[in-house]
């Protein structure tokens, strides 16, 4: 069993920052690419941002230059540093690893429970 607890979502002013966190446990053999999603109420699933196992990263262009997300592969977690946030950064930001597991050859998406995130105006 896989599991991917999220955790720093919350309320904050615009303006304001905010750090969310993807831990994976499990029997896990491997991670290759983690990522941001974000769904806002009414809205679709969409990409906020990705890493690759190699280190390299990709943004939506509605938060380039505003978030940055990095990861420490001996932590098995992903992180999502959020700046300079905005009304419509409103949303609940779910984490996705692709992974294998322990006793398997072929990775799999699994996704965090989500965790939400309110900025005021």
């Known amino acids: 069993q896989v599991q991917l607890m999220e955790s720093g979502g919350g309320l904050v002013q615009a303006g304001g920052s905010l750090r969310l966190s993807c831990a994976a446990s499990?029997?896990?053999?491997?991670?290759?690419?983690m990522a941001w999603y974000r769904q806002a109420r009414g809205k679709q699933r969409e990409l906020v941002a990705t890493?690759?196992?190699?280190?390299?990263?990709n943004y939506a262009d509605s938060v380039t230059g505003r978030f940055t997300i990095s990861r420490d592969d001996a932590k098995n977690t992903v992180y999502l540093q959020m700046n300079s946030l905005k009304p419509e950064d409103t949303a609940v930001y779910y984490c996705?690893?692709?992974?294998?597991?322990?006793?398997?050859?072929?990775?799999?998406?699994?996704w965090g429970q989500g965790t939400q995130v309110t900025v005021s105006s």
């Open positions: 996705n690893v692709l992974l294998r597991q322990i006793f398997s050859s072929d990775y799999a998406n699994y």
């Open positions: 499990g029997a896990i053999f491997s991670i290759n690419t």
């Open positions: 890493i690759t196992k190699g280190g390299n990263t």
